[in-house]
C-alpha cells in the first residue's frame, strides 16, 4: 500500500516546488486514502473503499477492472487482459515458487568442491 502515499507525495512535492518557484506559500501534504483491495484466490478478492466493504466475485471484477484502468497505455491494457483472459480460461498459472534441489549450509569449499566437474566425464578437457 506504498504506491498511493508516494504517488501523492509526489504530486504534492511537484505542486509545492512550482509554488516555490512562483514565492507562494506551501501548502502542507494531506493524504487522502483511495481504499485497499487484494485478491485472495480465484474469482475472490476483497474490497475497501470510501466506508464501503465488499469480497467474493465483484470485488474481484472490481480488482481486474481498476488494474486494466491504471495501466498506461492501450497496447498494454490489451496484452493484459489477453494474458489474463489466457491464464484464467485454460487455468494456466505462471511458475511462482523458486525451488533449490539443495541445501547447502556447508563453507563455500565444501559447496565448489561437491560441484566441480569429474575428471574423464563428458565434460573433461582432453589432451591433444
Do not use: C
Request: aromatic share 12%; net charge positive.
Amino acid at each position: 500500500m506504498m504506491a498511493p502515499v508516494a504517488q501523492q507525495q509526489a504530486d504534492h512535492v511537484a505542486a509545492s516546488i512550482r509554488r516555490a518557484l512562483r514565492g507562494e506559500p506551501l501548502q502542507p501534504f494531506r493524504y487522502r486514502n483511495p481504499g485497499s483491495m487484494a485478491t485472495i484466490g480465484r474469482n475472490a478478492a476483497v474490497v475497501y473503499v470510501k466506508g464501503f466493504q465488499f469480497s467474493g466475485f465483484f470485488a474481484w471484477v472490481a480488482w481486474l477492472v481498476l488494474h486494466i484502468v491504471l495501466l498506461i497505455g492501450f497496447r498494454n491494457r490489451l496484452l493484459v487482459l489477453i494474458n489474463w483472459a489466457w491464464d484464467y480460461f485454460l487455468y494456466d498459472r505462471a511458475v511462482r515458487l523458486i525451488h533449490a534441489r539443495e541445501m547447502h549450509t556447508g563453507p563455500a569449499e565444501a559447496r565448489r568442491a561437491s560441484h566441480a566437474p569429474e575428471s574423464g566425464g563428458a565434460g573433461a578437457k582432453q589432451a591433444g
